[in-house]
């Protein structure tokens, strides 16, 4: 008996292949309707024999096509229509309705199939992709997902291209970004004295250029990287020189895993990510046999690592004698500015880092940073969640109002909310810096559009001074929307359970290890045990307030922190500690008035700025030129054989630190190593976790802790807390889809405000 079924798809089903896929099951089970996309997914009317309709309908939802992601599936019974076939008919906007627009792919093994052999058509042609992979996010204006609506409007498709474009059975049916060398972007090579050289011949110039040492600018999917030998360490010098980035490590690119496998320790999860379709930087641990110079990652013993994944990545990457097997692939910036996005930007503010540039003409309309990953405990662990994952929402098991949470100052993303979505953007950085917040301010209104959200509220640090909070202000002044300030730490909490699809108010105890974050009292927090849910939280336990000389300064000077708190503390300031030697009699007499006086020394309960101080005291790091610089390099030296332990004490609600400093001081002058005090303070803090929890679990009973806070990006760390804790038998949740540092802070501001608002 043939029977009707109404179908409605809601997800990621769009550029993705979802039609044709559609439309091949159709023929397969002899099934006559339709399919269409509409701007809330994917509908299909299905007419057939009872068995086939099912077969139908179950492998559409058991097998999708790849890169597509099936949120929710209606399916209704209707009577059943005369159609003579199946056909798949014109997109339908429907008002106010949305889905989730695809994160850019990385290139499919057809389309690299195609790329490398002589017989395609597109036979080495720099922008082939197809409906399984290509740029997506990137290009994207507005929705629905359509050519006139990307950057590629202005290419008009040749006839072969149209051929496949209009083909449902072709894999470029309805590919928006489809192109070929006659009708699509172009590839050219640029010197500094103007000359072009176009297409092959333009590749092959910045190959030699690389080959020979230069540094060469080169534009991608999301914006520009720098380029050079990753094996000469002249010009990884040159390059660190020129970009003034000292120390930072440099991200590398390498043709394929066997060649990552040469430089580094890998697990099964560690390759799955690395060759994952999003393609992120991964964070891996050297071989101490590899031939990468240090210089490409000093003063730690990791290296990031990434796959191509545009094609023009493989032409560039591409395996020759005598070409260079790992290029340093890092953001084309100056410093920390946003990487460059533009030909002309490029042009004009890379001149001084690049010798040439591989440019071309398909414009990016989102800039987009790299992601980078690691693992904990054989699953993904963010340091930056952006290009392949943005703007994939995070998925809640909760219909959440329509708001928005605009993050912090420092690594900053925004988030907006629409029914069971969290839209967390895209990496957008320091708001500090001029460019970035106009990027910020520009990418509001473009999430805002393209999933049609209209905020009734939003929410925002605690923090007067951040600038977000700022824009926050001024925004729900002018639109008279509710503003919803939130504690930092608050935010951090409700990030973590967020991340774990926590859709209760039920109560956690969450220890938010952190840099900085303006707290409750004004006072600098980020070493806090809360407890508490969505709706509100209570500061259980806190690192003891220490001075911080200068105040957000001090953070690129350890040294300075490491004085301040040996002087609180009543420790003297001996010659033999290191971070004592590295000041002159005169910086020491200035510093200890400044002390004594309290002239500008806010105070900080940070765990960060602790870890700061210790890098310092053991002599590795008196000055950071990056974020998190000392604590990272105080992880990378620990000895893992080392089991011992300090102590951190408690005195009612605060954590006390003297006993911690004071045995490192005796621990330097005993002449213990750098790598056995890093173990050991590691270790303590780890104790400090274990005997934390059991207090205020004795109090409230609580079993499930969250952690989330920038301390938690050391690794040792938090793969060992979470053993510790599950040993005893804590439940335990830690971040697995946004970062735990300040990238994943405005998910929890988004939550907390959204609880807030529904207890009103
Ligand atoms: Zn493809
Ligand atoms: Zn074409
Ligand atoms: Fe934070």
């Not at 793969?719 to 994943?744: C, F, M």
């Amino acid at each position: 008996m043939v029977v009707g079924r109404k179908i409605q798809i809601k997800g990621i089903v769009q550029g993705v292949g979802f039609r044709p896929f559609v439309y091949g099951l159709a023929e397969k089970y002899t099934i006559t309707g339709w399919v269409r996309n509409s701007s809330a997914g994917v509908e299909i009317i299905a007419n057939g024999q009872g068995s086939d309709i099912s077969s139908f309908i179950k492998t559409v939802q058991s097998r999708p096509p790849l890169l597509s992601k099936i949120d929710s599936i209606k399916i209704e019974e209707i009577a059943p229509d005369n159609f003579s076939g199946f056909e798949i008919l014109q997109s339908e906007a429907l008002p106010g309705e949305f889905i989730p627009v695809s994160p850019d792919v990385s290139i499919c093994d057809d389309c690299l199939r195609e790329l490398f052999n002589p017989k395609d058509r597109r036979f080495r042609y720099p922008f082939i992709n197809c409906t399984n992979c290509g740029p997506r996010f990137t290009i994207i204006k507005d929705i629905p997902y359509d050519r006139p609506l990307t950057t590629m409007a202005g290419f008009k498709m040749c006839e072969a291209c149209r051929e496949e474009y209009e083909n449902p059975l072709d894999r470029r049916f309805h590919a928006q970004p489809v192109a070929c060398e006659e009708c699509g972007p172009q590839i050219w090579f640029e010197d500094h004295t103007g000359n072009h050289t176009f297409g092959e011949a333009g590749l092959q110039t910045a190959r030699q250029w690389i080959k020979h040492g230069k540094i060469i600018a080169i534009k991608g999917l999301g914006g520009f990287h720098l380029a050079c030998d990753a094996l000469n360490e002249e010009a990884v010098e040159e390059l660190r020189s020129r970009k003034k980035r000292s120390d930072k490590p440099f991200a590398v690119m390498v043709f394929d895993t066997s060649f990552a496998e040469k430089h580094c320790f890998m697990n099964p999860t560690e390759r799955s990510l690395l060759e994952s379709k999003e393609k992120p930087i991964v964070i891996f641990k050297r071989k101490s046999t590899s031939e990468i110079p240090a210089s490409i990652a000093p003063g730690v013993n990791t290296l990031g690592i990434m796959l191509p994944y545009t094609p023009l990545h493989y032409l560039l990457m591409e395996p020759e004698p005598g070409y260079p097997e790992v290029l340093v692939m890092t953001s084309g910036n100056l410093r920390e500015e946003p990487i460059a996005f533009t030909n002309s930007s490029a042009i004009s503010e890379l001149d001084i880092i690049a010798d040439g540039f591989l440019l071309h003409d398909r414009e990016i309309e989102t800039r987009v940073d790299d992601s980078v990953i690691t693992e904990v405990h054989n699953k993904s662990y963010f340091f930056r969640r952006s290009r392949g994952f943005a703007p994939d929402p995070v998925r809640l098991d909760l219909e959440l109002r329509p708001l928005l949470a605009v993050g912090a100052e420092l690594k900053n993303t925004f988030c907006l909310t629409r029914e069971n979505y969290a839209f967390l953007s895209h990496h957008i950085g320091d708001l500090q810096n001029l460019e970035t917040l106009q990027a910020f301010e520009e990418g509001i209104p473009h999430y805002e559009s393209l999933f049609k959200i209209k905020p009734e509220a939003i929410a925002c640090d605690l923090h007067p001074d951040y600038l977000s909070t700022q824009y926050a202000e001024k925004r729900s002044c002018k639109e008279n929307l509710p503003l919803i300030r939130v504690q930092h730490h608050h935010a951090h909490l409700a990030s973590v359970l967020a991340d774990n699809d926590w859709v209760t108010d039920e109560p956690v105890i969450c220890i938010s290890f952190d840099g900085t974050g303006y707290g409750l009292d004004g006072v600098i927090w980020g070493g806090e045990f809360l407890y508490g849910g969505y709706a509100q939280f209570e500061r259980k336990l806190h690192l003891e307030n220490m001075p911080l000389p200068g105040g957000d300064s001090a953070t690129h000077h350890p040294a300075k922190i490491a004085a301040a708190y040996l002087w609180k503390n009543g420790v003297e300031w001996a010659d033999d500690i290191p971070s004592i030697q590295s000041f002159s009699s005169d910086q020491r007499s200035i510093l200890l008035s400044q002390l004594e006086k309290d002239i500008n020394c806010p105070r900080t309960s940070s765990l960060g700025r602790l870890f700061d101080a210790v890098a310092s005291l053991t002599g590795l790091c008196h000055e950071v030129n990056y974020e998190a610089q000392a604590a990272i390099e105080l992880e990378n030296s620990i000895n893992s054989e080392q089991e011992k332990a300090y102590h951190f004490e408690f005195d009612n609600q605060q954590i006390k630190i003297a006993p911690v400093l004071e045995s490192i001081i005796l621990d330097i002058q005993n002449s213990v190593t750098k790598s056995d005090i890093a173990a050991k303070f590691h270790n303590s803090v780890r104790l400090l976790v274990l005997e934390g929890c059991n207090k205020i679990s004795q109090e409230t009973g609580c079993r499930t802790i969250a952690l989330s806070g920038g301390v938690w990006q050391n690794k040792f760390l938090v793969s060992n807390a979470i053993v510790d804790l599950e040993e005893v038998g804590y439940r335990v949740l830690v971040h697995h889809q946004v970062p735990a540092n300040d990238g994943g802070l405005a998910l929890g501001q988004a939550l907390i405000a959204n609880f807030q608002l529904n207890k009103k």
